[in-house]
């Protein structure tokens, strides 16, 4: 039984979980909102001004989300010259180094671009409104803040801390169904991948040309705590491929980076990334799959299939660990 502090101090969490869950599921539903109002905005030409990676000098590891794409454009609306650096609903988020550049890589200094302008206000302009940046993010802190603020009120309503009928908290039954949520997210991840791979083998395709195929080289920074020993450090190397690839559709030119839909692969031997980039280098015509609908969406090879079962792996990792962490506290907790 909870004394009278603990069961003040237990409601006003509450309280706080209550709000936090409320204001990041409002966030999150005017997101999606305003996503789908920005994909019927005016689509008027603007040209990017700047395009750069923004991270700090004290930069030590490429694993680390410290780094911002920096990306500006100009263009003309409502009879003024405006200028933005907005790219989709939300903002950029702080991201690593590597994925930075890849964005901003997209849209290089003097690219002429589709910018999507709100007709009511000129002044709110996106490049990519249908981008999905930090929906993935804002759901996972929904759910949390959801479970939290479920258990801390049941708390404050009980009295007392809930338990199972062999003194196992409820709250304990919490993690591994967070775990088992997160194996139906990788599945309907895996659905979704699929079915765009199988929606772009029908899309029109572009004459392209290989602007930059180069391997990249990661330096990973993994720290080891010791109880009786300092801190130890050490570097790992990490290396992807760097593809860049030029295609027109209509009066706009556009920059891919995409080979196919399963995900940049990442490899610890330079000699297999290098491999993966050598089946194009610069100068190379390729045949570009764009979406009509968003032209800026491309892939190279859209019925490739490499890579395409890490997300149903994913979600069998989380059936096992998440089920069997669930069965033994059913058995402890109820048995």
Known sequence: ML???????????????????GLTLLNLVRMRGRMQAARSWDRVEGIITVSRVDQPAAHASD????????????????????????????????????????????????????????????????????????????????????????????HSFAGHVLYADNGVP??????????????????????????????????PTASGRVTRCDVIEEIIEEKTDHDNRPTTSKLVHRYQVDLRYAYRVGKRDFIGTEVDWNGT?????????????????????????YDPDQPGQAVLEPASREGALGPLIGAAVCAVVGGLFLTILIKIGFA
């Not at 004394?3 to 869950?21: D, R, S």
């Not at 409502?78 to 907005?86: A, C, F, R, T, V």
């Not at 999507?116 to 999905?132: N, R």
């Not at 591994?176 to 083998?201: M, Q």
């Open 3 to 21: 004394n009278a502090q603990q069961l003040m101090w237990t409601q006003i969490a509450a309280g706080i979980a209550v709000l936090l869950f």
């Open 63 to 154: 694993d680390r989300n410290d780094a911002k794409p920096i990306i500006r454009y100009r263009y003309q609306a409502g009879g003024q010259e405006l200028e933005s650096d907005k790219i989709f609903v939300g903002g950029p988020a702080i991201t690593t180094r590597v994925l930075a550049a890849k964005l901003t890589g997209r849209y290089p200094v003097g690219a002429h671009v589709d910018v999507h302008v709100d007709p009511k206000q000129p002044t709110e302009a996106l490049l990519e409104p249908a981008a999905a940046q930090n929906v993935a993010a804002l759901v996972a802190f929904t759910m949390v803040f959801g479970v939290i603020a479920a258990t801390l009120t049941a």
């Open 170 to 203: 409820l709250f304990a039954f919490a993690l591994p169904i967070i775990v088992l949520v997160g194996g139906v997210f990788c599945v309907a991840e895996y659905v979704r991948t699929r079915r765009l791979a199988s929606a772009s083998l029908r899309w």
């Open 265 to 289: 692969m990442i490899s610890g031997l330079r000699e297999v990334a290098a491999e993966a980039a050598a089946k194009y280098r610069p100068g190379q015509s390729v045949k570009v799959y």
